[in-house]
């Protein structure tokens, strides 16, 4: 636990000099203002989705893939590889950190885009806490896709275009939120769920929807996890090198 703590005090550290948080902020703020700008209340539950899988989702796969290709290119993860920090404590405070990040933008956005829209008239109390499971959630599945993909890379450059193919079969679901399908298909792709439980802030969810969005998303987690566990450990050597 000591180890965890300190990987994941390290890593916030990391991400703040590296004005990662800077940089969350303003891209929370920016999507606030086009939300409050483009969305209307009675909207909401199928904006708040789409915007939290076209802008968090992207911006979390990139900042995964930049963290762990510093780390490599600043040897951390070579010297990592000699302490007694252990794979998963790792990939654990990764997990931790940037997810924290990631939902900090997400409640810049969706908070922000709420206050400027109660310059327009009333805004009902949101489902906070379903908002919050699901932005969290949605955090996890980006974080982990994206170490599962960033392994296989050695610089940022390589990694970018395989990050937008990934990032756009992730973002196929916005065309459910939207209403634009109602293609069942969608909805088994691994960032369905988390967007439904972001949904359910905004608008009632029925058991069944909310059965859909908490079990499978634990399954997606749950899988994805074991993925980034043994493909950190395969291509380990590979990053350090």
């Known amino acids: 636990m000591k180890r965890l703590v300190a990987a994941l005090r390290i890593d916030i550290l990391n991400q703040w000099r590296n004005r990662l948080y800077a940089i969350g902020v303003g891209v929370g703020a920016l999507g606030a203002v086009l939300l409050a700008w483009l969305a209307p209340m009675s909207r909401m539950a199928e904006a708040a989705p789409a915007v ?3 802008v968090v989702g992207g911006s979390t796969l990139m900042y995964v893939g ?3 290709l510093f780390e490599r290119d600043e040897r951390t ?3 990592n590889s000699v302490t007694p920090l252990q794979t998963h404590e790792y990939l654990i405070a990764k997990v931790l950190s940037l997810t924290l990040l990631s939902t900090l ?3 810049v956005m ?4 709420l206050v400027g829209r109660a310059f327009w008239g009333g805004v009902p109390m949101p489902n906070v806490l379903l908002f919050l499971i699901g932005v969290a959630a949605l955090g996890v599945v980006y974080v982990l896709a994206g170490v599962i993909l960033v392994v296989r890379f050695r610089s940022l450059n390589e990694f970018l275009m395989p990050m937008a193919g990934v990032a756009v079969v992730l973002q196929l679901p916005i065309f459910y939120f939207i209403h634009l399908t109602s293609s069942p298909l969608l909805l088994c792709i691994p960032t369905s769920p988390t967007a439904m439980l972001i949904r359910g802030g905004f608008a009632p969810l029925t058991a069944g929807q909310l059965l ?5 998303s634990a399954v997606i987690i749950a899988v994805l996890a074991w993925w980034a566990n043994v493909a950190f450990r395969t291509h380990r050597s590979r990053m350090a090198g």
């Open 105 to 107: 933008e997400s409640v």
């Open 66 to 68: 930049a963290m762990i």
């Open 110 to 113: 969706l908070g922000g885009a």
């Open 52 to 54: 939290c899988l076209a």
């Open 77 to 79: 993860l070579t010297a």
């Open 212 to 216: 859909y969005a908490a079990g499978y």
